[in-house]
């Protein structure tokens, strides 16, 4: 795996670019400097729109400091990928005094993770690839075609009134000017320098001064010398030393902003590659990506759903595969270690991969255990995941199928919808259309005591229903309650609503209008129509092979604990009823 730093960036591009240019699909995971800030909380009845506006405020908190991407090329003539795996170490540093100076959050829990799993915060701060958002890049070239008068660099004369200079700096300022006289008197000398002036406000007024003087023919610039002290250059030029003068700044300039874009550059790459993107679990790895690297994320759900088309125009998560039939039957677990561990064996093939032996770096290791939390090796297994599962729906085609590309129509099912943790009835994102919308006739919202516990409210309920019922907390005195029998609904609501003074229960509907979302009329920056399920040719039908008999209709599984059956087919299906069923080939 090769480590990517701010020294070897720039000579690992061209292989960057290539790489991406010439795979089959891209797999990227992501390690950050904290996960939340108790701001707010999720909550299991949280619609995907509750759930961005709710993520936003901590990811707008938090940085992503380490980006992996393992990039899969499959060669059709043996039958085997090979990956090319890079572990990119990204902070914001700026590097001019005109770009941003970022300000971030740390969680302690995070960063004690990230320290025990070997994470090297030293290559971080040292060595990190800067960033620039699109509109940071577009700020900064605006300004590097108009240079800035500064106290470090000499420009054409200011039409600004002079800043009157104070009686304690007025001996430097006349001794510098006398000096400065002398330089451009002498037909032999060419350079001068000042005494030390670590004082800023003090070189921008020796600055103004020598300019308003001498409005051609001099340049000046602020130097260190060996005493890591601050000194003024000055230098007597001609009109064409002058001109290559100014070429060299701008080149510099061009080059010390093509820098600052840094890490950016290779999220321009996929975006315009079109290439599919595989993670796992992987909403924060979008959030903090779009906000990182493009821009700053939207205050809409709405539009967050179209630009991140825009950025990675074809999406799948691993998780939201595992989590789904059929491979939710065959999975104890979707955690990214342990669900590669289970994908090595029966009645899963292992796929033949390579790491490309050019790459050099650091090596891949066989055990999961070994790597994991290290962001370049979770992109590898995540996108090795990937395969083993694609390859997996071919075993059901007929005749049998041993290679699934990542643009097979048999992963449209998946494409563009992002995992939800902890969701009850709603287990994905759909970034290309409408999200599904369940059935919460069962669902009430109940308020309390903030002593109250579990088992006090499970209490009250089960005075109208044996059946189990399902608890969502929202905070301290307020939480969602899933009725598992819808029988008892009712019941409910003529017993326990209204009833008593210590506690309230309402239904959901009241508790939250049913929300749909609208068109805004204010088109967002850089904004484009979604992508639906028609353009992309999504065809789902029902399973007919022995190994996908049986409910088709079931919901996607979790880890948490899911309603009973007679509350869990009312969600089954997406807007359409055309989800999450194996195809019929």
Excluded at 20 to 49: H, N, R
Excluded at 65 to 72: E, H, L, R
Excluded at 377 to 398: E, R
Excluded at 512 to 521: A, D, F, G, S, V
Aim: charged share 25%; hydrophobic share 35%; net charge negative.
């Amino acid at each position: 795996m090769l480590h990517i730093t701010r020294n070897n960036f720039k000579e690992s591009l061209p292989l960057i670019e290539t790489s991406i240019e010439e795979c089959d699909f891209i797999a990227i995971d992501g390690e950050f400097t904290g996960l939340g800030m108790g701001k707010v909380i999720s909550c299991g009845m949280d619609t995907p729109e509750e759930r961005y506006n709710k993520l936003c405020e901590d990811a707008n908190d938090f940085l992503l400091i380490q980006f992996g991407m393992a990039v899969f090329k499959y060669d059709t003539a043996t039958n085997r990928y090979t990956v090319t795996p890079f572990n990119f170490y990204v902070f914001p540093r700026p590097m001019s005094r005109s770009a941003p100076d970022k300000r971030f959050t740390c969680q302690s829990s995070s960063l004690d993770f990230l320290s025990i799993h070997g994470f090297d915060f030293n290559k971080l701060f040292r060595e990190g690839i800067p960033y620039l958002t699109i509109d940071e890049e577009e700020s900064l070239r605006s300004a590097a075609d108009r240079p800035p008068w500064s106290s470090d660099t000499s420009s054409p004369k200011s039409t600004k009134p002079l800043i009157a200079v104070p009686d304690e700096h007025k001996p430097f300022i006349d001794k510098t000017l006398k000096n400065v006289e002398k330089l451009m008197s002498s037909p032999n000398r060419k350079l001068m320098r000042t005494d030390v002036c670590n004082n800023r406000f003090l070189r921008l007024l020796v600055f103004q001064m020598v300019e308003n003087k001498y409005s051609k023919g001099v340049i000046m610039e602020t130097k260190t010398n060996e005493q890591n002290q601050k000194v003024i250059e000055v230098r007597k030029v001609s009109d064409e030393e002058l001109r290559e003068i100014e070429l060299k700044r701008a080149t510099d300039r061009a080059n010390q902003l093509e820098e600052a874009v840094g890490f950016s550059k290779v999220i321009r790459l996929i975006t315009s590659s079109g290439k599919t993107v595989v993670g796992h679990n992987m909403l924060l790895d979008i959030l903090h990506t779009v906000k990182q690297f493009a821009t700053p994320l939207p205050h809409t759900y709405t539009d967050f759903k179209s630009l991140t088309l825009q950025v990675f125009p074809r999406i799948v998560d691993t998780k939201l595969m595992g989590n789904t039939h059929p491979f939710k039957d065959l999975l104890c677990s979707t955690a990214l270690g342990e669900m590669s561990k289970e994908l090595m064996s029966k009645p899963f093939t292992r796929p033949p991969i390579d790491i490309n032996s050019e790459l050099g770096g650091t090596e891949l290791s066989s055990n999961p255990d070994d790597q994991l939390h290290e962001a370049g090796f979770d992109a590898y297994i995540t996108g090795k995941c990937f395969i083993t599962m694609a390859n997996h729906l071919g075993s059901y085609k007929q005749p049998k199928q041993s290679h699934i590309s990542a643009q097979c129509e048999l992963i449209q099912p998946f494409l563009n919808k992002i995992f939800l943790m902890k969701s009850r009835d709603i287990h994905y994102m759909n970034l290309s259309s409408p999200d599904f919308e369940p059935n919460r006739s069962n669902v009430f919202n109940m308020t309390f005591p903030s002593q109250w516990k579990t088992s006090d409210i499970i209490d009250v309920f089960h005075r109208v229903t044996p059946d189990n019922v399902y608890i969502d907390w929202v905070d301290s005195t307020s939480a969602f309650v899933t009725v598992s029998n819808r029988k008892h609904v009712k019941k409910v609501l003529s017993v326990l609503c209204g009833e008593s003074d210590v506690y309230s229960i309402i239904p959901y509907s009241q508790y939250k209008p049913h929300i749909r979302e609208t068109q805004h009329t204010q088109p967002s920056v850089r904004k484009r129509p979604l992508v639906t399920d028609e353009d992309i040719g999504v065809a789902v039908k029902h399973v007919k092979t022995a190994e996908c008999t049986g409910d088709t209709h079931t919901l996607l599984e979790t880890d948490e604990e899911q309603p009973s059956s007679s509350s869990s087919t009312d969600g089954a299906v997406d807007s359409g009823g055309r989800f999450f069923d194996v195809p019929d080939w």
